[in-house]
């Protein structure tokens, strides 16, 4: 379909007329003038990154007296809490335990796919954040699947409820077995109770069905904002629901401003009062705990909360920090959220949140991933629920209103923490008010002795290359486990995304290209504490590790990846760990080759990716197989 301002693949408005509506397409149109702005904006992006690494610059705080670009909001002013933002919505004020993960599957009938969002609404979470993002698959028309399944499960069609009857009785019974009681009484009367949320895709990802007039891949961003809020906003508002949105991977308030800008052409293309939209902002980049309170102010009246998300935001910290010698991570397992500069992080996050506007009102503090599975021996189970609980307890104590778990059979297991507690919600909850030192800086990046170790390497290599060929299979969220674990009940799967393979690699990157010293022997490769982390090193490890996941049974490694993704997931680890120029985003190189299985293809396209990076800092984004005239 070509129209003046977009151009979408194939027969896809046909194949899928009930998600590319009339009205849809009118207002991507209407729109489709921002994929140029998107486009400037991460060109500048990638620049800044550039100087800092050339210059050995860290990250700043703004000139308290400066504009935020694209306002006229001064940033003391954002700072002082000097702009208009909007009362907390009915259904928000309450979301103790908010589940994630994605409304489709992959390969699947409409029938098997749409029970994904069957469990999350049966699942007794306060909201379930259905994302278009880092857990969803965008192998052939995932994304679109996902927009379906969601339109006609808040629709209440036919198919949905029939389904949903049948997974109410499925979720039933595991709940009889391992709590000892339903956790569903009435099932229609359960679909009511979960506030839906969506995540669209950040603003440095490109859609794969649509490019601009002129042949210019789409922001995702425009894409799936304007999908989700034109197919649903009827219903929801019927409903007498919001219409909640999460944004990711925002690094600047002039980033920010731009999404605020999108959202304020929507609700005028639509007809919506100005700040109807309501959207949560993912802190999952160090920039933006620089900017915290410019975000809240440029995004004002939509603005309701920040979520505190681990996994990216170790990413972005390795990122923003490749040119300094001395900064090198530990081993995975030791970044919790109470490790140096994530404890800062959060600090930072819930004083932002209880500052007030000029209207007196807070914002919500979302904890971060729970990302346990309760399936395995009974005794994992119980150490892993233990820690889960934990958790969960210190971010309740440390002023959360809730968090995230990554599974179903996670919500009545951590949502009677803020049971207990009782409060809706801790807007308001009084701490120390923000302050802008260098001290406050080098908090933010602050590392703490931990261990570096072999295991700690075959963990993160492991999972890197189970997640690639995972992602690659149109699984971006799954039960991962190091291989040297499989048939180990007693390690449970965690549920792992984008996220979480994304950050395995940067620390493997920094531990190459730093030569990170190990802080324990290891007998079986011959290193001793204190040997460096070496390419050759790095080489054996990884052969290692691909060769048991080559060996391992179907239950782990599906037998026909094997030879298909599975090759491919280990170039994309190779090329990415041992490249001098650290690529920006894992997902980048697994994106151009999605659909993809043909390994010397796969080579091509990461060799053009690598040398257009390192030449002048474009990335490839587009779908490489979406040829237009």
């Known amino acids: 379909m070509n129209s003046s301002k977009i151009i979408v693949r194939n027969n896809l ?8 509506t009339p009205e849809a397409l009118s207002a991507l149109s209407a729109l489709a003038h921002f994929n140029v702005e998107i486009k400037s904006l991460m060109t500048a992006r990638y620049e800044r990154r550039r100087k800092r690494q050339e210059q050995h610059r860290s990250i700043t ?5 400066s504009i935020i670009p694209r306002t006229n909001i001064r940033v003391k002013d954002a700072r002082d809490g000097k702009f208009e933002g909007s009362p907390i919505p009915h259904d928000l004020q309450r979301q103790w335990i908010q589940g994630t993960g994605p409304a489709a599957k992959p390969n699947a009938t409409l029938e098997s796919s749409i029970r994904n969002v069957a469990y999350a609404l049966l699942s007794g979470a306060d909201g379930w954040m259905f994302d278009g993002e880092d857990a969803l698959g965008q192998i052939n028309t995932m994304s679109l699947d996902n927009q379906r399944n969601l339109k006609l499960a808040i629709l ?3 198919l949905f409820l029939k389904v949903a009857e049948q997974v109410a009785g499925e979720m039933n019974k595991w709940a009889r077995d391992f709590l000892g009681d339903d956790i569903i009484k ?9 506030t839906k949320i969506f995540r669209a895709r950040g603003l440095h990802l490109d859609d794969r069905h649509i490019r601009d007039a002129n042949g210019t891949a789409m922001a995702a961003s425009i894409v799936d904002l304007v999908l989700y809020v034109v197919n649903n906003y009827q219903s929801l508002q019927k409903a007498g629901s919001s219409i909640v949105l999460y944004l990711p991977k925002i690094q600047t308030a002039e ?31 160090l920039e933006a705990t620089f900017q915290l309170m410019e975000i809240r102010a440029v995004l004002g009246k939509h603005f309701v909360g920040f979520n505190t998300g681990r996994w990216d935001y170790i990413n972005s910290v390795s990122d923003a ?3 300094d010698e001395t900064f090198l991570n530990p081993n995975i397992e030791s970044i919790t959220m109470t490790y140096g500069y994530m404890r800062n992080y959060e600090d930072r996050v819930r004083r932002a949140v209880n500052t007030k506007d000029s209207r007196g009102n807070f914002a919500l503090w979302q904890g971060g991933m729970e990302a346990n599975i309760p399936v395995g021996s009974e005794e994992g189970i119980s150490a892993s629920m233990k820690k889960a609980l934990a958790g969960a307890e210190r971010e309740q104590r440390d002023g959360a209103s809730g968090k995230w778990v990554a599974h179903w059979k996670m919500v009545h297991i951590v949502r009677p923490v803020w049971e207990k507690a009782g409060a809706q919600n801790q807007l308001g909850r009084p701490f120390p008010a923000l302050t802008y030192t260098a001290q406050d800086a080098a908090g933010l990046t602050l590392i703490e002795p931990a261990p570096r170790t072999i295991r700690g390497a075959r963990n993160l290599l492991s999972v890197a290359l189970q997640y690639g060929n995972a992602f690659l299979q149109g699984m971006q969220a799954a039960a991962l486990k190091p291989a040297d674990f499989f048939g180990n ?3 449970l799967y965690l549920m792992e995304d984008m996220a979480t393979g994304e950050i395995r690699l940067s620390i493997l990157w920094e531990w190459i290209h730093k030569g990170a010293v190990l802080t324990e022997d290891a007998p079986e490769t011959g290193h001793r504490k204190g ?3 070496s390419v050759s090193l790095f080489e054996q490890l990884l052969n290692e590790e691909y060769i048991k996941l080559r060996k391992a049974d179907n239950r782990d490694v599906y037998e026909s990846s094997k030879s298909t993704t599975l090759p491919i997931s280990h170039l994309i680890a190779d090329v990415y760990c041992r490249s001098a120029i650290k690529a920006p985003w894992f997902i980048d190189l697994l994106n151009i080759n999605l659909n993809n299985a043909d390994l010397e293809e796969a080579k091509k396209r990461v060799k053009a990716y690598m040398e257009t990076f390192a030449k002048d800092g474009t990335r490839i984004t587009e779908n490489l197989d979406f040829k237009t005239p």
Not at 61 to 65: H, I, S
């Open 255 to 285: 980033e920010a401003a731009l999404w605020n800008e999108l959202l304020s052409a929507l609700e005028t293309q639509i007809g919506l009062e100005a700040g109807t939209i309501k959207v949560y902002v993912l802190v999952e980049q």
């Open 321 to 323: 920090m490749a040119w």
């Open 156 to 158: 209440k069609d036919e």
């Open 61 to 65: 705080f703004l000139d308290a007296e």
């Open 489 to 491: 009940d007693d390690i």
């Open 531 to 533: 040997a460096a982390f």
């Open 186 to 194: 009435d099932w229609q009367e359960q679909l009511h109770f979960t």
């Open 13 to 20: 408005t046909a194949l899928y007329k009930d998600v590319y």
